[in-house]
């Protein structure tokens, strides 16, 4: 498995991930937007020729934001999305973030154990954030330490 920065060749099974992996998935468009570069990056986790997960996240000044992570249904619990988180905590360093949010539904247990087991706490609650359903948002951070810096 490789960590790639993603392409346009890679768009069509990134969506068809993020349609089996959320209730209220990016549209095409709002995928694609970051592809285009900017602050923004999408990583896509890729296995013998095929997407096997996908991180989107950007870095604005000082701060980093994970806007998005998935793995394949059929690919979960093997590492997929560790590396890929992994990666983006190194690349945000790297684009010099010094602490790096993210939003995760209340519900969703699988994401928030990843997530605290990469370092993140819990530092906030967005009521009513999510739609389809309206769920509250956990927000959670990390500070990126030295290891993520390699480079600067
Ligand atoms: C969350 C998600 C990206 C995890 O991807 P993954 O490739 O299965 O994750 P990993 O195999 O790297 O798991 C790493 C650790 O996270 C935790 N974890 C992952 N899935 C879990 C689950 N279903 N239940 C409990 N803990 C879980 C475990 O601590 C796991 O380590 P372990 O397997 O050694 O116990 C994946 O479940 C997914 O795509 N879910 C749907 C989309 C989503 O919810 N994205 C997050 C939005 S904020």
Same mark, same amino acid.
């Given at each position: !498995? ?5 392409? %346009? ?5 990134? !969506? ?14 709002? #995928?694609?937007? %970051? ?11 890729? +296995?013998?020729?095929? #997407? ?10 000082? +701060? ?29 360093? &790297? ?7 993210? &939003? #995760? ?9 990843? %997530? ?12 009513? %954030?999510?739609?389809?359903?309206? &769920?509250?948002?956990?927000? !959670? ?6 290891? &993520?810096?390699?480079?600067?």
């Amino acid at each position: !498995m490789e960590i790639v920065k993603a392409t %346009y060749a890679h768009l069509d099974a990134i !969506m068809d991930i993020e349609r089996a992996s959320f209730t209220d998935p990016w549209s095409r468009g709002g #995928v694609e937007a %970051y592809l285009q570069g900017g602050c923004g990056e999408i990583l896509a986790a890729v +296995e013998d020729g095929t #997407v096997a997960g996908f991180a989107i996240y950007l870095v604005a000044a000082d +701060e980093g934001e994970l806007l998005s992570l998935a793995v394949r249904g059929d690919l979960r619990r093997r590492g997929t999305g560790g590396a890929l988180l992994r990666e983006v905590l190194r690349r945000a360093g &790297e684009r010099g973030a010094e602490k790096i949010f993210l &939003e #995760v539904r209340k519900s969703n247990l699988a994401a928030r154990a990843l %997530y605290k087991s990469a370092g993140f706490a819990v530092c906030g609650e967005r009521r009513g %954030y999510y739609q389809d359903p309206t &769920e509250d948002a956990i927000l !959670m951070d990390r500070e990126l330490g030295a290891d &993520e810096h390699i480079g600067h």
